[in-house]
Every structure is written in C-alpha cells, then in structure tokens.
C-alpha cells in the first residue's frame, strides 16, 4: 500500500511541477487560492522624473494582489537594449500579459513578435513601440503632439512673434520628446521664432540646469525656455536665477513645461516661475487593469486610450485647483 501512495505522490508532484514550469502561469494564487494574472511591467526607468515615480506607482496600486493580479515590475534604466531583454526575459517566465513603458520607439520588431508567437498580449503605455499594429493590443496614454500644441497655441497668445526660445529636449527617441519637439519646432517656423539651440536634457534637472548654463552665456537675449518636463524646467529655472537673471512672470525669461507634477504647479502659483505647465497624465495603472480585466473575459477593446489633461497658466492658478491634484 505504501508503495502505492509514494508512486501517487511522485505522479501528482510531478503534474504540478510540469504545470508550473510549462510557461502556464496560471499557477500563482492568493491566500484564497485564486488564480492571479502575472503582468510584466517593463518601466522605462524609475527615477527618471516625478512624473514616471507617479506612473510606476499607479501602476503598482491598480495591478496589486488584492486585485487580482501578480505584478512583477522591471527598471529598464533607461538603456534600450537592457529593456528588450528584460521583455524577453518575461516571455520566458510565461507572464500572461506584458505593459512596456518604451524608452525608444524603434527595435521592438523581433520582441513583440516572439511575444505574439507565445501567445502573450502587450500593452503599451505611455509611450509607443514603431511596430506593426499586430504586435501589440493596445496603447494607453497622452497625445504629445497635441501637448506641444496646446503649449505653442499659449506661447503665440503670450509673446506673438517675439520668442528667442532655447529647447530643452527629453530622452531623444522617446514618443513624449518626439511629440512635442514636433509641435514646437513647427510652431517656430510658422511664427518665425528663433530658436537658439535646442538639446536633450534626458528628463533631468541637473543635467537641464548644465545645458541652461552654458545656453546663458552663450545666447544674452533668450526670452524663452521650452522645456519638455518639469524636471528639466526646474534645472532651467536654478540657471536662470544663478545668473542673476529672473524666471518667468511678466517680465522674466519665460518658462514654459510639462507634466504639471504638483510641487511645480506650487512653484508657479507661489512665485510664478513657471509661466504655462501642460499636464500629461501618469496615472495609467486602473486603465491598464480595466483592460486586462476586459480581455480576461474576451472582450475587445480600443487600440487608442488618450488621458485627458489640462494646461495651466500661472495667472489662473489656485491653491484650490493645486490641491485637487492627484499627484
Ligand atoms: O513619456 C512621458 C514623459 O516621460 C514625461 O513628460 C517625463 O517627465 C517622463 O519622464
């Protein structure tokens, strides 16, 4: 008898085993023994600016334990190559669902497709893959061009044609950089603005406030920074005010930025120094999961998900408005 029950326990150790490892994940459950659904998140990287700390954060709330999910959240770092693999390296652990925060658009061809090939949806969020539109379900995130517009559309009503501007680019490559750079550039050559010189600054405040520096003693009439984060705004303001020299307001250098983190939406209603602060949305985490719950239950869903945003002039601003802010 005891024979019996020992070769039964090799055969039932053995069929869990063989089910854990055969790429099948749903073998992960909670306390109540519900089945979890594993998500890869491939972050572009975590500490690149208050607005991805926001977004990884969103995402972490939304695809907890508690609700039903098994997330395991990857640093790319901001190095292309490092995230590919780590996305590669997903689809060998069998996750059911993989959301890429891209850092650069291009080389997600060969990923993407091994991704489809074993059966796993990928979700993009804030950024895009420069792929075909079958490797990938669905895109959650803000319309960048449209951001630049609705920047460039204050600036003309702010300054008119007068705007000798510099340009404080994000990450080069990345959709957010290449969205609002666009709007700029374009605006600047429909207004005949001039722009002395525009450069990445990778989403960083120190690295914003080298470049503002050097731009300062180089270019004596800047009246305008374009910057494409906060973060970076921030550097350009630090500059700004070391040389002497006054940011924004009426009458100062001025800023204009994006993402509309808190702390500097308080900068601007505090001191004015950022003039216009366009919002772009990070909380895409309860998005990400609705969609993932949709597709659980074979529903399709829509291949574009805008988050809504809005624009704030420092003139209009209100602690109110600041202390509504969710993040
Ligand atoms: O893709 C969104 C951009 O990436 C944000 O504007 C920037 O702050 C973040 O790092």
Redesign the pocket.
């Given at each position: 008898m005891r024979k019996v029950a020992f070769i039964f326990f090799i055969f039932v150790a053995t069929f869990l085993l063989a089910s854990c490892n055969s790429g099948q994940s749903s073998g992960i459950a909670n306390e109540d023994g519900e089945r979890l659904i594993r998500v890869g998140f491939s972050q572009a990287d975590f500490t690149?600016?208050d607005?991805?700390i926001a977004n990884t954060e969103s995402m972490r709330q939304a695809l907890s334990r508690e609700n039903g999910f098994d997330l395991i959240i990857v640093d790319a770092q901001n190095d292309p190559n490092k995230q590919l693999a780590d996305v590669a390296n997903m689809i060998e652990q069998g996750v059911d669902y993989i959301v890429i925060a891209t850092v650069q658009e291009i080389g997600w061809e060969g990923v993407l497709q091994q991704a489809r090939d074993a059966g796993i949806p990928v979700i993009l969020v804030?950024?895009v893959a420069a792929v075909n539109d079958d490797l990938f379900v669905t895109w959650v995130g803000a319309n960048f061009r449209e951001e630049g517009e609705t920047a460039v559309r204050w600036l003309q009503g702010f300054r008119g044609y007068d705007v000798r501007a510099v340009h404080l680019q994000?990450i080069m490559g990345?959709?957010?950089q290449i969205g609002r750079t666009g709007a700029f550039e374009d605006a600047a050559a429909e207004n005949g603005w001039t722009i002395h010189a525009s450069m990445t600054a990778n989403?960083d405040t120190i690295q914003a406030k080298q470049v503002m520096e050097n731009w300062l003693t180089r270019f004596p009439d800047i009246n305008v920074v374009y910057a494409?984060?906060d973060?970076m705004a921030d550097g350009a303001i630090q500059a700004i005010e070391a040389a002497g020299l006054t940011a924004g307001g009426y009458d100062g250098i001025t800023i204009i930025s994006?993402?509309a983190n808190r702390r500097y939406l308080q900068l601007a209603l505090d001191t004015g120094k950022i003039n216009f602060n366009v919002e772009?949305n990070p909380l895409h985490g309860l998005r990400v999961a609705e969609i993932i719950l949709a597709l659980e239950r074979g529903e399709s869903v829509p291949r574009i998900n805008y988050v809504d945003g809005e624009a704030f002039d420092w003139r209009y601003l209100t602690q109110e408005i600041i202390d509504a802010r969710t993040y």
């Open positions: 690149e600016s607005w991805r804030d950024r994000g990345s959709t957010a989403w494409e984060n973060n994006f993402d772009c």
